[in-house]
């Protein structure tokens, strides 16, 4: 391995963020080396991949599927043993749902830096997660826009927080009545304004589970009490996050809706991507920044999530798995 490189290790490769840590080595071939792939079913991307990246190992739940097109890495591994892979700096946890619960906590053990797109995880054991890999020196680096936002405002001065302001698009629903709301289907949740995302993502966007699952990341990724966790409603999602501190100022970060900022920070850190393709936002061109209080009304399950968090032990891990279910 190349140790001039950052060694990358991506658990849930042919999904949305883990395709796009794909594209982010594949823009920057200097940087980045892919050591290790992790899929599930969907072989014949993953295939595509093998091909073009070469990895030493990799882990399939589907491997009897994969064609012999190409060469299989002889390394079949489970997805612990490629998160634990020796030589790996940086393990990219983009998998949906539990599954990834286990190789994370074994990766940071090993001392591997996480770079985590996995809300699920931080939900079911955000407490022992930040514990454990702040005994093992590891750095938790968020890719979502929202905590990455926090995360980039906290570089530098992690102290004399007074809040952390989280925002929310709104979803497909922001403009519809409460009392229409039962009629709404599954195809209308799907229509997300801002964001590309998968089915269960952009469902639980549109009623706002997702944003009770970030103030949940948020809560102990950075430390801060529940109380002192905001959410408004920002439907031109430029602004990602913004913290509050002790003397009253506040901090922002701004940029045009695309995974590719998160993803390249968590990826680069400490530095940052030294050129990028990515449209920085322009003053010029946005006419007004606004922002709106959140309906609990129209959202319910977002104060219900949080109610449950909040209850800690295995709360959290049922309202995840009530979630998945």
């Known amino acids: 391995m190349n140790r001039n490189k950052k060694n990358i290790s991506i658990l849930g490769s042919t999904g949305s963020v883990g395709t796009q840590t794909l594209e982010v080595a594949r823009s920057y071939p200097e940087a980045f080396n892919v050591v290790c792939l992790g899929a599930n079913k969907n072989t014949q991307i993953l295939e595509d991949q093998i091909l073009e990246f070469q990895p ?25 043993e490629i998160a634990t892979y020796n030589g790996v700096d940086t393990v990219v946890v983009a998998t949906s749902g539990n599954v990834a619960l286990i190789p994370t906590f074994e990766a940071i053990k090993k001392g591997k830096n996480i770079a985590i797109a996995n809300k699920e995880t931080i939900i079911m054991a955000g407490e022992q997660l930040t514990s454990l890999a702040e005994s093992n020196s590891v750095n938790l680096m968020p890719i979502d826009s929202e905590p990455s936002a926090i995360w980039q405002c906290l570089r530098g001065e992690n102290n004399h927080i007074s809040k952390l302001i989280i925002t929310a698009s709104g979803g497909p629903f922001r403009n519809t009545p409460v009392g229409y709301l039962p009629n709404v ?126 209850r800690g032990g295995t709360w959290p891990s049922a309202l995840s798995g009530a979630d998945e279910a």
């Open 185 to 310: 289907t599954p195809a209308n949740a799907l229509q997300h304004p801002t964001w590309k995302m998968g089915p269960k993502i952009s469902v639980d966007s549109a009623t706002m589970m997702n944003k009770a699952f970030e103030v949940i990341e948020a809560r102990w990724l950075f430390d801060v009490p529940w109380e002192n966790i905001e959410v408004i409603v920002h439907p031109e999602s430029i602004i990602h996050s913004m913290v509050e501190f002790s003397d009253g100022s506040t901090k922002a970060q701004l940029s045009y809706p695309d995974m590719m900022v998160p993803i390249k920070h968590a990826l680069f850190f400490p530095d940052r991507a030294p050129k990028s393709n990515t449209t920085p936002f322009d003053p010029n061109k946005t006419k007004s920044l606004t922002f709106e209080s959140l309906d609990q009304d129209k959202y319910p399950c977002f104060e219900i999530a949080l109610k449950i968090a909040k």
């Open 56 to 80: 030493q190992a990799i882990s399939c739940d589907y491997h009897k599927e994969l064609s012999t097109r190409g060469e299989i890495p002889e390394k079949l591994m489970s997805l612990s």
